[in-house]
């Protein structure tokens, strides 16, 4: 089974910076893409930052410039550094992963996974 878990999120002050960290584990094959979403309450969960086993980033309008994504190919970890938070960067963020699993004699089609969230709340 492979599980993605976040971790980092709290409470900041706006201005202040946080890193949200992602570690996929299990039997991973490989790793496409991770990805770093967020919901903010009544609003739909919308991509802010990706980045893909090449390296190219992509970043979501409204964090370009104040967040920055990488991964740690050796750990199967993503980060999220999050500078000048404001309020409205106030939610629920998850992490995403497309990545295929290993079987016992090869590995999976790619497959999407989800880890449950962790919240960042920024004081005003």
């Known amino acids: ?41 009544g609003q739909q969960r919308d991509m802010i930052a990706a980045i893909h086993k090449s390296g190219t980033t992509y970043y979501e309008d409204s964090v370009k410039g104040r967040f920055t994504i990488s991964m ?15 309020s409205e960067d106030t939610a629920a963020y998850y992490c995403y992963a497309k990545l295929r699993e290993r079987t016992d004699f090869d590995c ?7 880890g449950r969230g962790t919240q960042v709340t920024v004081s005003s």
């Open 1 to 41: 089974q492979v599980q993605l878990v976040e971790s980092g999120g709290g409470l900041v002050q706006a201005g202040g910076s946080l890193r949200l960290s992602c570690a996929a584990s299990g039997r991973i094959y490989s790793i496409n893409a991770m990805s770093w979403y967020r919901q903010a309450p």
């Open 72 to 86: 740690d190919n050796a750990k199967n970890t993503v980060y999220l550094q999050m500078n000048s938070q404001k």
């Open 108 to 114: 999976k089609p790619p497959d999407e996974y989800w």
